[in-house]
């Protein structure tokens, strides 16, 4: 099989060299992911901030309420989202007994850990182990991670959910595999997009978001120039509608969509009507907020959007992956960018799918774009992988955007040096230097210690970096950029955010474990 970047794919049958490498991949995935989230652990709790509380609430009430279709938190209001995220959660808090913070995030935790390696097998798929590899890493490393890796809402969950069915749909559309499999990719697919129904917005979100990919990117191909070269305007644009026309049809034959669409209503509408003849105007109510008032930005309460554009917002929060994303479009000629013979148009397509319908949405969130991470992670990697396999030839954008691939680690590094260095002396900083260092009030002992070290992790990811990038081994500038945001998010998660320095949320925490 062929990958987006024209090398060979995977043998279905890897030898044992290769068996080595991709458990090796996964350990590193694994481990990475659970420094991310070990770190979100350790900082002091923000249970009661981003809507937390709510699901925290709805699970609760599953749990000790039995209210399995239609989940209402321990003040008797309606869980806002979908049923998913309660259900899996429930069992464990049955189970064990404990109600913490840990309990309260376990089916983020784990989403977070399934996407990695949802992220790893695609990128394997598309353009080999390397480019993998890198993708999972600047997935998991992304700069907002630290939030939503361990947040107790249903972002990551749906974000699980719209990976596996954009997978299944790769394996339908794009990237067939054998005839004998595709029912079983077919089924993967509908059950996912029900599951991710059942998550968040029963519908509204994930199924125009996969739609809007898989109509995008199988409507593109060769054949359009012969078309469009017709003598008469009319008669080339009738042609390139049949085109497009005929390739969606051959995409809805091979998604099954006669059958996994009525199978994807008919679970959807039975568990709405359901909801509705338990939850009455209640549910109605709530109905009416989270997608009416969303969709039309009018209402009693009508959401607020960030003042930001969403590509600019995702630029932002995927940081190092959206910037190596960047350096691949300058890789690529702008006319292949959204060709089937370019090596980035799945991805491109993925995140045009995701980023424009929530750019018209009102109350729109950056959390909202968490499903497109991972194409942005997957072109970042290709980027890096593919400027390191030109080593400089092809012109001269390339030593230019060696030097700019090794900046993020460059920067990074740095600035874990300066800022923890400044946090550890802020009792010897000036006054008009220390207003602008604000400390925590409560720091926990080891807290301390690990920021000493980062200041020498900073140091390792500047040499490592500089190091890397004069042998043009880019892969590892880009592998020091994510350990150096391993630093970034302990220094942000244990010193500069609201919740460290007001440190509320460890109080409530505290409170709710005594009153408990």
Same mark, same amino acid.
Request: proline letters at 6%; charged letters at 15%; hydrophobic letters at 55%.
């Given at each position: 099989?062929?990958?987006?970047?024209?090398?060979?794919?995977?043998?279905?049958?890897?030898?044992?060299?290769?068996?080595?490498?991709?458990?090796?991949?996964?350990?590193?995935?694994?481990?990475?992911?659970?420094?991310?989230?070990?770190?979100?652990?350790?900082?002091?709790?923000?249970?009661?901030?981003?809507?937390?509380?709510?699901?925290?609430?709805?699970?609760?009430?599953?749990?000790?309420?039995?209210?399995?279709?239609?989940?209402?938190?321990?003040?008797?209001?309606?869980?806002?989202?979908?049923?998913?995220?309660?259900?899996?959660?429930?069992?464990?808090?049955?189970?064990?007994?404990?109600?913490?913070?840990?309990?309260?995030?376990?089916?983020?935790?784990?989403?977070?850990?399934?996407?990695?390696?949802?992220?790893?097998?695609?990128?394997?798929?598309?353009?080999?182990?390397?480019?993998?590899?890198?993708?999972?890493?600047?997935?998991?490393?992304?700069?907002?991670?630290?939030?939503?890796?361990?947040?107790?809402?249903?972002?990551?969950?749906?974000?699980?959910?719209?990976?596996?069915?954009?997978?299944?749909?790769?394996?339908?559309?794009?990237?067939?595999?054998?005839?004998?499999?595709?029912?079983?990719? @077919?089924? !993967?697919?509908?059950?996912?997009?029900?599951?991710? =129904?059942?998550?968040?917005?029963? %519908?509204?979100?994930? /199924? +125009? &978001?996969?739609?809007?990919?898989?109509?995008?990117?199988?409507?593109?191909?060769?054949?359009?120039?012969?078309?469009?070269?017709?003598?008469?305007?009319?008669?080339?644009?009738?042609?390139?509608?049949?085109?497009?026309?005929?390739?969606?049809?051959?995409?809805?034959?091979?998604?099954?969509?006669?059958?996994?669409?009525?199978?994807?209503?008919?679970?959807?509408?039975?568990?709405?009507?359901?909801?509705?003849?338990?939850?009455?105007?209640?549910?109605?109510?709530?109905?009416?907020?989270?997608?009416?008032?969303?969709?039309?930005?009018?209402?009693?309460?009508?959401?607020?959007?960030?003042?930001?554009?969403?590509?600019?917002?995702?630029?932002?929060?995927?940081?190092?992956?959206?910037?190596? @994303?960047? !350096?691949?479009?300058?890789?690529?000629?702008?006319? =292949?960018?959204?060709?089937?013979? %370019?090596?980035?148009? /799945? +991805? &491109?397509?993925?995140?045009?799918?995701?980023?424009?319908?929530?750019?018209?949405?009102?109350?729109?969130?950056?959390?909202?774009?968490?499903?497109?991470?991972?194409?942005?992670?997957?072109?970042?990697?290709?980027?890096?992988?593919?400027?390191?396999?030109?080593?400089?030839?092809?012109?001269?954008?390339?030593?230019?955007?060696?030097?700019?691939?090794?900046?993020?680690?460059?920067?990074?590094?740095?600035?874990?040096?300066?800022?923890?260095?400044?946090?550890?002396?802020?009792?010897?900083?000036?006054?008009?230097?220390?207003?602008?260092?604000?400390?925590?009030?409560?720091?926990?002992?080891?807290?301390?210690?690990?920021?000493?070290?980062?200041?020498?992790?900073?140091?390792?990811?500047?040499?490592?970096?500089?190091?890397?990038?004069?042998?043009?081994?880019?892969?590892?500038?880009?592998?020091?950029?994510?350990?150096?945001?391993?630093?970034?998010?302990?220094?942000?998660?244990?010193?500069?955010?609201?919740?460290?320095?007001?440190?509320?949320?460890?109080?409530?925490?505290?409170?709710?474990?005594?009153?408990?």
């Amino acid at each position: 099989m062929k990958t987006l970047s024209g090398q060979t794919g995977p043998a279905m049958n890897e030898p044992a060299v290769a068996r080595f490498y991709t458990r090796r991949d996964v350990i590193i995935i694994v481990l990475l992911t659970a420094a991310v989230i070990a770190i979100s652990a350790h900082a002091p709790s923000n249970t009661y901030a981003y809507a937390q509380r709510w699901q925290a609430g709805a699970s609760i009430g599953v749990a000790q309420g039995g209210n399995w279709l239609l989940p209402r938190n321990q003040a008797w209001g309606l869980a806002r989202k979908g049923p998913l995220y309660a259900w899996l959660d429930a069992p464990v808090l049955m189970l064990t007994g404990i109600y913490d913070d840990f309990t309260f995030r376990l089916p983020t935790v784990a989403a977070a850990l399934a996407t990695a390696l949802c992220v790893y097998v695609l990128g394997r798929w598309w353009y080999g182990r390397r480019v993998a590899l890198l993708a999972a890493c600047l997935w998991i490393a992304a700069h907002h991670m630290v939030r939503l890796a361990y947040l107790g809402t249903t972002d990551m969950l749906l974000t699980l959910w719209i990976t596996c069915s954009i997978m299944c749909v790769d394996r339908l559309v794009f990237h067939p595999a054998a005839r004998r499999n595709r029912k079983w990719w @077919a089924c !993967g697919l509908w059950v996912s997009m029900i599951l991710g =129904a059942l998550t968040k917005g029963w %519908g509204v979100v994930n /199924l +125009p &978001l996969v739609a809007g990919m898989t109509a995008l990117a199988a409507a593109l191909g060769p054949g359009f120039e012969a078309h469009a070269a017709a003598r008469r305007p009319g008669n080339a644009i009738l042609l390139i509608m049949r085109l497009i026309l005929r390739r969606w049809w051959n995409a809805i034959k091979a998604i099954r969509l006669w059958w996994g669409l009525p199978a994807f209503a008919a679970v959807t509408a039975l568990m709405v009507w359901g909801m509705f003849a338990v939850g009455g105007k209640d549910f109605r109510e709530l109905v009416y907020f989270e997608v009416i008032q969303r969709a039309t930005g009018r209402g009693e309460h009508p959401p607020v959007s960030p003042s930001a554009p969403a590509i600019l917002t995702l630029m932002y929060y995927a940081l190092p992956a959206s910037f190596f @994303a960047l !350096g691949g479009l300058l890789l690529v000629r702008p006319s =292949a960018w959204l060709t089937r013979k %370019g090596p980035i148009y /799945l +991805p &491109l397509c993925w995140v045009i799918a995701v980023v424009v319908p929530f750019s018209m949405a009102h109350g729109f969130r950056p959390d909202y774009l968490l499903p497109c991470y991972a194409p942005v992670a997957l072109m970042g990697a290709w980027a890096v992988d593919n400027l390191a396999r030109r080593q400089g030839r092809g012109g001269t954008l390339l030593p230019v955007l060696r030097h700019a691939f090794a900046a993020p680690a460059v920067i990074i590094g740095e600035g874990l040096v300066v800022i923890a260095s400044a946090y550890l002396l802020h009792r010897h900083l000036p006054p008009s230097l220390a207003k602008l260092l604000p400390v925590p009030a409560e720091v926990r002992g080891e807290s301390w210690w690990i920021l000493g070290s980062v200041i020498v992790l900073g140091l390792g990811v500047v040499a490592w970096a500089i190091r890397s990038s004069l042998r043009w081994k880019l892969g590892q500038v880009a592998f020091a950029a994510c350990v150096g945001m391993v630093g970034v998010m302990f220094v942000y998660s244990h010193f500069v955010s609201r919740h460290d320095r007001t440190g509320d949320g460890e109080k409530m925490r505290r409170f709710a474990q005594r009153t408990r």
